[in-house]
């Protein structure tokens, strides 16, 4: 069958990284006879301006139905006033929800040409290769009950619940185990198991999970609070991490400062397998629209290409695609090639445009 895209460019700098993406989309047909049915529709503030809501149903139907989403960002100064409801980032949430996305990739990638760009010395992330696995859809951030309440004695009460079922731990502990198998066959999964009942749950599903289905990987438990120092100690000891809701959050954070910009960082979201046998998945860079260079060309595309590769590996299957491409991005930044945000010294200020053209020959050369 052919392979079918749903390409979502959204608003401020979306459009202009999306347009970077599609001649790479373009490339891999005349150059690698990779052919995608590519759809380009609206979301975000881009769909409210058309349609009065930030995801049309039309465009919801459509996501549901392809291989792959890939999104650049959505929001911007000019919806800030709506009510939350009708803000663009429910746009995005709803594709989340209703494609079901219960885990968050988010790889921190180390290219060379960028090390000193790292808070970190350079021997601590020079060949830098982590996977963190973040569940998405439940977790604190979703549990009941949840909400303010006033006491008898006046006080006020903020209450969230942290919440996992086994079957929650377990897919998402499994898609950290599939991954494993194609990288470095290392999972460190993170909880609280010593403070926490949903942080003994999880630990105990997910060795029970590891003895059933995955011995061939290795399991190290590592609580979520040692993780995070571990990350900035010695961060090369990680493979895969798999974590929940909020650890994740703050987890993957962390794990993006350790190799510079944000116009680098790609990321997917997936969800389950359907019936006909599609993982559900979407794509997008982890940084946002960034209005306050909107519109003047001085986006990092790469951030967005990286995604699509993701997409070229996990979705499509064509890895040796996807290791082009990130090999092109070490090479182009290799020659001194650098859009604004990830500018040094010596090196050649392009624009997004020129970015995504500099790539496209380096993707020529190999
Ligand atoms: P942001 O990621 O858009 O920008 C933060 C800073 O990084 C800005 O100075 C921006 O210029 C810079 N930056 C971001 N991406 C860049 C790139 N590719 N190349 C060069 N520089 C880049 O985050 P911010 O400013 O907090 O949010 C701006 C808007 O984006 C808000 O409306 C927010 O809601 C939305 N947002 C959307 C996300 C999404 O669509 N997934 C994620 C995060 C924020
Ligand atoms: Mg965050």
Not at 340 to 346: K, L, N, Q, R
Request: proline share 4%; glycine share 10%; with cysteine.
């Amino acid at each position: 069958a052919n392979k079918s895209l749903l390409v979502l460019p959204g608003d401020g700098i979306g459009p202009e990284v999306i347009g970077e993406v599609r001649r790479v989309v373009d490339w891999m047909d005349k150059r690698r006879a990779v052919s995608f049915n590519v759809e380009e529709d609206l979301v975000g503030g881009a769909a409210i301006d058309k349609h009065g809501i930030p995801l049309a149903d039309a465009t919801m139907d459509k996501a549901l139905n392809v291989d792959a989403v890939i999104l650049g960002a959505v929001g911007g100064p000019k919806w800030d006033e709506l009510p939350f409801e009708r803000k663009p980032e429910r746009g995005l949430l709803r594709l989340r929800k209703e494609m079901q996305l219960y885990a968050n990739l988010r790889p921190a990638l180390c290219f060379e040409a960028l090390v000193e760009a790292s808070s970190l010395k350079p021997e601590f992330v020079s060949g830098l290769d982590i996977m963190i696995i973040r569940e998405l859809t439940g977790g604190v951030y979703f549990g009941e009950p949840r909400g303010i309440e006033t006491l008898e004695n006046g006080e006020r009460r903020g209450i969230n619940t942290q919440v996992y079922t086994t079957s929650e731990i377990r897919r998402v502990a499994a898609v950290a185990f599939e991954l494993a198998r194609k990288r470095r066959g290392k999972v460190t999964s993170c909880e609280k198991a010593n403070v926490m009942e949903s942080g003994v749950l999880w630990r105990q599903e997910v060795t029970k999970l590891h003895g059933e289905s995955f011995s061939d990987v290795e399991l190290e438990h590592m609580y979520a609070d040692n993780a995070a120092m571990q990350l900035v100690r010695q961060p090369k000891q990680f493979d895969v991490i798999v974590t929940d809701n909020l650890f994740g959050d703050i987890l993957s954070d962390e794990a993006a400062m350790l190799t510079g910009s944000l116009g680098m960082l790609p990321s997917a979201s997936i969800g389950d397998v359907d019936d006909t046998g599609r993982r559900k998945a979407l794509y997008e860079p982890v940084h946002g629209s960034a209005p306050d260079i909107a519109g003047e060309g001085k986006a990092n595309p790469l951030a967005t290409i990286l995604s699509f590769a993701m997409a070229l590996r996990y979705t499509f299957d064509h890895g040796e695609d996807a290791d082009l491409i990130e090999k092109a991005v070490q090479q182009v930044l290799a020659r001194g090639i650098r859009t604004a945000d990830i500018m040094s010294p010596g090196a050649t200020l392009v624009s997004t445009e020129d970015m995504g053209k500099a790539l496209l020959e380096e993707l020529d050369s190999l």
